[in-house]
């Protein structure tokens, strides 16, 4: 499958190019010579059914999990040739979950400076920057308090703050408002669309609903480990040829 998208975007940070992914001895496909770009400071929906192959994608985009045929790059370089992939995780991407992955018994200042103990930072500087990006998320006033005391949208945007740590060149979320309410779930939203516009973060977002999937700035749809087509969103739609 090949596809060819708008040309004139932004510089590309991640190139997908002509992968596969199978399991159980190649008896499970889950992706299927995949091909797509995406741009540094893009805001881009991946959205598909349940069991299209969304969050396969995503670990291999996140470096989770290896391609079983074709190509990965970041920057130009392939992530397959990279020394040290764990390295690569914790400075270049930021993962936001749906279950949260908060440790419960921690506040949230302390989850959100999880990241950073391998970093440059001493404590004081540790401590001053989660407060900082709590702040971003609208948590200054919740600094102390565990996961359990928080609601599941507070939860969700300590782990926003959290994925933030390390400045990462892309944030990566799986379905991130599959667990909350309508009200939670469009404040996460609200979130990025901040995080996108003010502070140039790329965001790739793993979806089935359609009301996420419209807040990015274009959508990749993928069904049965193919990419379906390409949409602008309110723009023009870009078929793939296979």
Not at 19 to 30: F, I, P
Request: net charge neutral.
């Amino acid at each position: 499958m090949t596809c060819n998208e708008p040309s004139g975007g932004p510089t590309e940070l991640l190139d997908v190019r002509s992968v596969s992914r199978t399991y159980d001895d190649g008896t499970v496909c889950a992706l299927k010579g995949v091909s797509f770009t995406i741009g540094r400071g893009e805001y881009v929906a991946i959205m598909g059914p349940s069991g299209s192959g969304k969050s396969t994608l995503l670990n291999l985009l996140g470096a989770l999990d290896h391609p079983s045929q074709g190509e990965i790059c970041f920057e130009g370089q392939p992530l397959c040739k990279m020394r040290n992939l764990d390295q690569f995780r914790a400075r270049t991407i930021g993962f936001v979950f749906q279950s949260f992955h908060l440790l419960p018994t921690l506040t949230a200042l302390e989850n959100v400076q999880i990241p950073m103990f391998e970093g440059p930072l001493d404590r004081r500087g540790r401590i001053r920057k989660a407060e900082e990006l709590l702040c971003l998320v609208g948590l200054s006033h919740r600094l102390k308090h565990v996961p359990q005391k928080l609601s599941v949208g507070e939860r969700q945007r300590v782990a926003i703050a959290r994925a933030l740590a390390n400045d990462p060149s892309v944030l990566l979320a799986d379905e991130p408002t599959g667990n909350l309410d309508s009200r939670a779930g469009a404040g996460v939203l609200d979130l990025f669309d901040h995080l996108h516009r003010e502070r140039g973060v790329t965001l790739v977002v793993i979806t089935h609903g359609a009301e996420v999937a419209a807040r990015a700035e274009r959508t990749i749809w993928i069904r049965d480990g193919q990419i379906d087509l390409l949409q602008l969103n309110g723009g023009a739609v870009v078929r793939c040829a296979v």
